[in-house]
């Protein structure tokens, strides 16, 4: 089993910035992608951005120049800077990880995990 552990979540004003936090831990054997996502009241869970292994990046129009997603593959850990935050990031922010996990007798299995949320609130 892997879990999901997210922070960083808050109220900030307009233009303002946050930083989340979400760390994997657990029967890792190889983290294949990690991204987060978020979903605003009403409306459908989204992409905000996503990192593979081998590096790439990728990023959902409406956030490109704002937020920046990292990775500390030491620590299993992928963050989310978020800068010139808007009323419309409002939002409960979802991590998510592709994990190669190990399944016993040594095999290994892949997951997609979520994490639990964290609330995003911009005021303006």
């Known amino acids: 089993q892997v879990q999901l552990v997210e922070s960083g979540g808050g109220l900030v004003q307009a233009g303002g910035s946050l930083r989340l936090s979400c760390a994997a831990s657990g029967s890792i054997h190889r983290i294949i992608a990690m991204a987060w996502y978020r979903q605003a009241p009403g409306k459908q869970r989204e992409l905000v951005a996503d990192s593979t292994s081998g590096g790439t990046t990728n990023y959902a129009d409406s956030v490109k120049g704002r937020f920046t997603i990292s990775r500390d593959n030491a620590k299993n850990t992928v963050y989310l800077q978020m800068n010139s935050l808007k009323p419309e990031d409002t939002a409960v922010y979802y991590c998510?990880?592709?994990?190669?996990?190990?399944?016993?007798?040594?095999?290994?299995?892949?997951?997609?995990?979520w994490g639990q949320g964290t609330q995003v609130t911009v005021s303006s």
């Open positions: 998510n990880a592709d994990i190669e996990e190990f399944a016993g007798w040594g095999s290994t299995t892949r997951r997609v995990y």
